[in-house]
């Protein structure tokens, strides 16, 4: 006979840390996209938002939450936290604060939802640290460009080799060696090259040389993101991701032709990242998916005139 409770019997929620310490390398449109992915693969998702100034991936959700109102539309929304900026006096009484809130985010998770996705501030802080230290999947996502590079390794100016390993790529080491000990965990860091030009430069190959090079060196895993597509930013103020099928209603959006290649780019950065999800849930979704394309198909007169 069990006598464990039954939230015990779960497994804890797989936690996917999006996190860099360089603005504007697409951090929130891989969050939001990863969330929305999950879930149409059937996981039950939460979000966290620990950028409490900027709000975006609050702002994404709550977008997405009203263009489905609005448009009478199924999306799937994941269970969102926002964890407010605390600006005291104090510092230690802030970061108390803030620890408090987060863990209250964590522990509403924990029994309810098999994937949380932290978006991270572009900066180090107290909260981003803490996020980083229970990571299972540190997604770190990195532009096609030297300065980005920067955050993660430091070059020989003449040859552009790499000779060293940079802050963040310090604080993630430092993370994973704290974590070893605690609970055996190990994190698996993948480094992915967004926002990648179309076109391949001459810097984009040395770029990807260094990243391979440094990859060997500190641990991570390389894999491709998103090109610099239009569709991603045009996406943002609707709420609404490469995977849904809503681009053709939207002006200035040139439908099908703009979704399906950054749709093949979001299933394939899913793929890379191998994430546990489940064989159960993927025949959930699928079933679901086939019940809401098939309510609004008019009836088969057939079936009504019978043999």
Same mark, same amino acid.
Request: proline share 6%; glycine share 6%; aromatic share 6%.
């Given at each position: ?32 996209? &990863?969330?929305?992915?999950?879930? !149409?693969?059937?996981?039950? &998702? ?17 977008? =997405? ?15 969102? /936290?926002?964890?407010? =900026? ?15 809130? /987060? ?24 909260? @981003? ?9 540190? &997604? ?5 460009? /030297? ?9 020989? #100016? ?36 967004? +926002? ?29 993101? /998103?090109?610099? +597509?239009?569709?991603? =930013?045009?996406?943002?103020? +609707? ?10 209603? @939207? ?22 990242? !191998? ?21 609004? =198909? ?8 019978? #043999?």
């Amino acid at each position: 006979m069990l006598t464990a409770p039954v939230h015990q019997l779960r497994p804890p929620p797989h936690v996917v840390v999006v996190g860099n310490e360089k603005g504007g390398s697409g951090k929130t449109t891989i969050a939001m996209h &990863v969330a929305v992915a999950l879930l !149409k693969a059937g996981q039950r &998702v939460a979000t966290v938002d620990l950028d409490g100034r900027q709000r975006t991936l609050t702002h994404y959700v709550e977008s =997405r939450r009203g263009w489905a109102r609005r448009n009478q539309v199924d999306l799937e929304l994941p269970t969102h /936290f926002c964890i407010a =900026r605390v600006e005291g006096a104090m510092v230690a009484e802030n970061e108390a604060a803030e620890c408090s809130d /987060f863990q209250r985010a964590i522990a509403a998770a924990q029994d309810r939802h098999d994937f949380v996705v932290i978006d991270t501030p572009p900066y180090d802080s107290y909260l @981003m640290r803490l996020a980083h230290s229970i990571t299972d999947t540190l &997604v770190t996502p990195l532009s096609d460009s /030297f300065v980005d590079l920067d955050v993660l390794a430091t070059l020989d #100016p003449v040859t552009l080799t790499v000779t060293g390993i940079s802050h963040y790529g310090d604080l993630v080491r430092e993370t994973r060696r704290h974590r070893r000990p605690v609970d055996g965990a190990l994190i698996d860091w993948v480094v992915v090259r967004n +926002r990648i030009s179309p076109q391949q430069s001459s810097t984009a190959q040395v770029l990807c040389g260094c990243l391979q090079e440094l990859a060997l060196n500190a641990g991570f895993r390389v894999v491709p993101g /998103f090109h610099d +597509r239009p569709i991603y =930013r045009d996406l943002f103020p +609707r709420g609404l991701t490469a995977l849904d099928a809503l681009c053709e209603t @939207m002006p200035g959006i040139d439908g099908e032709v703009s979704r399906r290649p950054a749709c093949c780019e979001v299933e394939g950065l899913l793929e890379g990242l !191998k994430l546990p999800i489940n064989d159960r849930a993927r025949r959930h979704a699928a079933l679901r998916a086939e019940w809401f394309a098939s309510r609004d =198909r008019p009836l088969d007169a057939d079936i009504l005139a019978g #043999p």
